[in-house]
């Protein structure tokens, strides 16, 4: 190397992120197996960083509480569907382009959506029965709802404050994935409806409703 040649450090910052993303992972699933397990309630941050054999300290860096832990897999679910969603093309409909970013995502093997892993069928239903695990669970649905906007906007070449049109799209299409994952979460046994199943036949319930609608309305204006 020569002398005034500028060394890089990538190689280094690449290991500790790659760290980082293991420690954050060991903390989430510790979150969500204590969970299960005890009950929220009956959770500490002291309880999940020692599971994960890491410090207090530590979990503090990655998440603000327990809550925030346990669900990370939706944080990172939805990011995973707004990259699929920056990849459609650009002359898909908007909600066609959502529906088919959520299919990508359900059908990737390579790095499975967390609805694959054990119990987290019993995680999402127990969303709906823990309010301070249900208010973090809204808090990271609308923040990627707000991404998805802003993806939508862009692909539409207008400005979300002054066209509803994108707010509208994702209200309707990350609203049919929540009712899916909800009725999918309702589910029991080995007979339980496949996620990706449930998820098309949601979205064509959607569309098929959103069909009859508009064909009454013509005919009620031509009336």
Known sequence: MKANEPTTS??????????????????????????????????TVEAIAERADVT????????????????????SDGARINAALRERPADEPPLLAYRRAVAEWLADRDTPAWHHRPQLRELYAAVDREPTLFAAYERIRVDAQDESVRIIADRLGTDPARDIRPEVVVGAAAGVLTAALRTWARGEGPDAEDLADLVARSYDALIGEAARSAATSDLASRE
Request: cysteine-free.
């Open 56 to 75: 207090r300290r530590t979990f503090s860096r990655h998440f603000a509480g327990k809550e925030d832990a346990a669900l990370d897999f939706t944080r």
């Open 10 to 43: 990538r190689p280094s910052e690449d290991r500790r992120q790659v760290k980082a993303r293991r420690t954050r992972d060991a903390l989430a699933e510790a979150a969500v197996a204590l969970v299960l397990e005890r009950g929220l309630g009956d959770v």
